[in-house]
């Protein structure tokens, strides 16, 4: 499937499950959501002033879960982004997904600001539609420096990674994937962080 036409987003809803369609559109049109287009993560990151742990499972009542995202709930937020990666078509995803990551990101979840910063940087936009701002190298390690120091484990990965694209000095990129494993030593992003330190070693 060719990636659609420039600024071409409704008609890219209209292509996807009927469940899904007025939440994504909502997600376009919110004037608070389409704020996010021209902003860093790292900017409309907020503490938390409640646990924002888990996800909410969005994939069969998508509105519901818009609902609760646009009332502030972060798990809501993420959950519905999470659904659009999982059940939507991949090309042109990243536009429908990025402002529910922002949104999650600005009601306090740091994992929801690393997946906006990542997907900004490296999710599949329509032609000409990728936002400028969160996708800079300057953005994208503040992000990563803001996600992980709120301790989101994939926050500090992702910074050890973009510390490392960017030729920063080994001991930064070093640093930050410790911090993974310091967050969450069980968890899939200090797999991810002793797999590459390990190919550093080599």
Not at 44 to 66: H, I, K, N
Not at 115 to 121: E, L, R, V, Y
Not at 131 to 148: F, G, I, L, N
Request: with cysteine; charged share 25%.
């Amino acid at each position: 499937m060719a990636v659609p036409a420039a600024a071409d987003v409704d008609s890219w809803i209209a292509t996807q499950p009927e469940r899904y369609r007025a939440a994504l559109q909502a997600g376009q049109d919110d004037p608070v959501f389409a704020t996010y287009r021209d902003q860093c993560p790292a900017d409309v990151y907020r503490t938390p002033e409640q646990d924002t742990s888990g996800t909410r499972d969005c994939t069969d009542r998508p509105g519901w879960c818009m609902a609760l995202c646009r009332a502030g709930q972060a798990k809501a937020c993420f959950g519905l982004a999470r659904a659009v990666e999982i059940e939507l078509d991949v090309d042109g995803q990243a536009n429908v997904k990025f402002p529910f990551f922002m949104a999650a990101c600005a009601a306090g979840d740091a994992n929801g600001c690393t997946n906006a910063g990542a997907t900004a940087k490296k999710g599949n936009w329509i032609q000409n539609t990728r936002p400028d701002a969160a996708a800079t190298s300057h953005c994208q390690v503040r992000t990563y420096e803001t996600a992980c120091d709120a301790k989101a484990p994939w926050g500090c990965f992702m910074l050890g990674m973009e510390y490392e694209s960017s030729g920063a000095e080994s001991g930064k990129t070093r640093d930050a994937l410790e911090r993974a494993c310091d967050v969450d030593p069980d968890g899939s992003a200090c797999d991810a962080a002793r797999a590459r330190l390990g190919q550093l070693s080599e």
